[in-house]
């Protein structure tokens, strides 16, 4: 179905804007099995489990700046994409967690549950912020809004759990270099403090209202 | 066209081009080059011209029954942090580095320390292939042809004093012509440095590499000259090196200091015990395909049964 409205075209835009990376990544990945080596150099399952994860971490931070975007450039509209933005993080993350097991071909079984589950703290911290994500997905849906009502807003905020465990994942996996924990840490500081500072505005706001 | 000088010629008797060339850049880039200049000026100092390696013998390598990394994997795929953090940062930025002249300091308990140049410290020592397995803690390998000559064949040439005990290798600091050094995210504390017990340097499977594949090093895989020693994980491969110091005590390894409950003085390679942050059991054997990471069990010292004697009555766990 071809979009009309100037909402639908945006949404058509944003989906395509996210599916971006995962577009070139098939392309490379064609490539890659056309001719092994020609695309991902000696270490193609790490290239493209990395690549994936940066993306999720990236989307899932995007998701997160959707609502501060929308107060302060006042364009309520914005949240129309949220859901859109934040299903596209978690299926970055569900096809990062895929090429993690892939990494993992040739391990027993109960190693990698041992590593997932137990034994490498960033594997660990990382799998707990897809495990977060999950019911987050599931209830993503209008029919799930309708039916948990108030809850819903309550059970989202299992997102900032996450996208700090994807932060802790990201810091602990990193070694020599902390370009990409310092970055992304900022931004989830931003992030948290305008969630912060609009709260207190509200609460003060309502204070004064009752005060009146 | 170059005319080849007659082999009665010994090359210290002539300028090669890469040499004057060489010094034309180095005295055009001698302002940025402030750091470096101070371990040049004053020495005759020749590293590794390309035809110093086409008029040597080198004896062929054994094959060693596992399939070679090829050259171009060897070459685009490597930690070498000074030039970037990134698989591929090495390959993409080593050119910026002059490795020619190149001068090696010899310090510490030795009779006869010093400054030499590369080419003066080589001379006499014969060069030979070796097949080597390279074992990198991050649990991937590769089978790379070096060619170079025991290390203890140049250390000999300084004269060790009784209290030689370690020696200890470090790699070239020159930020204007290494961009990972320059890094504002960096907390490695340059310059690289890296140690092993004399015995160990002393091993015949420990070797000085000045090339590999039947050419030169590349200066992402350490040019002019750096360590291998096959049966320690790659991060004690040292490359670059511009400092031999031969000491009494243990000397400091920059990934030790920098993360002592990951990293080792010995690092040797063994698959029963885990570094914290992933197994070491077994290893991904480059190349690997998209859906076959070519996972093969990792073996105590790399394969190197031969050193095991090294360590006799030593806690490997507790010494990792």
Known sequence: MIPTTRLGIARLGVFCLLALPLVLLGVDVWREVAQPGSAFGPDPTEEVLHYL??????????????????????????VRFRRMVGLWAFSYIVLHFAAFLLSQAGNSFETILAV????????????YALVMLIPLAITSTRGWQRRLGPGWRKLHRLVYPAAFAAWIHLVWLSKGDFMDPLIYGLVLVLLFGERIVFRIRKERRAAAANAA | MLIKP??????????????????????????????????????????????????????PGEPIGEQMTSESDATSYNNFYEFGTDKGDPAKYAHELTVD???????????????????????GID????????????????????????????????????????????????????RGQRSFFSNIDWPYVEGLRMDEANHPLAIFAVGM??????????APIRLVVPWKYGFKSVKSIVEIRLMKTQPRNTW?????NEYGFYANVNPNVDHPRWSQASERRFPTTLFRPNRIPTRMFNGYDEVASLYTGLDLTRHF
Not at chain 1, 60 to 69: E, Y
């Open chain 2, 127 to 178: 060069l030979e292939e070796r097949i080597y397995r390279l074992r990198c803690v991050e649990a991937w390998s590769m089978v790379i042809p070096w060619i170079g000559f025991p290390v203890k064949e140049v250390l000999g040439k300084f004269k060790p004093t009784s209290d030689a005990k370690y020696v200890e290798f470090k790699t070239l600091h020159r930020p204007s012509e290494m």
């Open chain 1, 116 to 127: 997932t589950l137990a034994k490498v703290r960033f594997a660990v911290v990382g799998f």
């Open chain 2, 6 to 59: 007659p082999t009665d010629i010994t090359p210290s008797e002539i300028t090669p081009e890469s040499v004057y060339r060489s010094r034309r850049r180095f005295m055009r880039e001698s302002g940025t080059l402030a750091a470096g200049a101070a371990t040049l000026v004053g020495t005759s100092a020749v590293g590794l011209p390309a035809e110093w390696l086409a008029a040597r013998d080198v004896k």
């Open chain 2, 213 to 222: 594949y039947g050419k030169l090093l590349p200066n992402q895989n350490g």
């Open chain 2, 101 to 123: 002249p190149w001068t090696v300091n010899v310090t510490g308990e030795v009779e006869r320390p010093g400054k030499i140049g590369l080419e003066d410290m080589l001379s």
């Open chain 2, 256 to 260: 030790n200091v920098l993360q002592p």
């Open chain 1, 53 to 78: 994860g940066q993306w999720g971490i990236r989307i899932l931070l995007l998701t997160l700046a959707v609502s501060p975007a929308s107060r302060l450039l006042r364009k309520p509209q914005l």
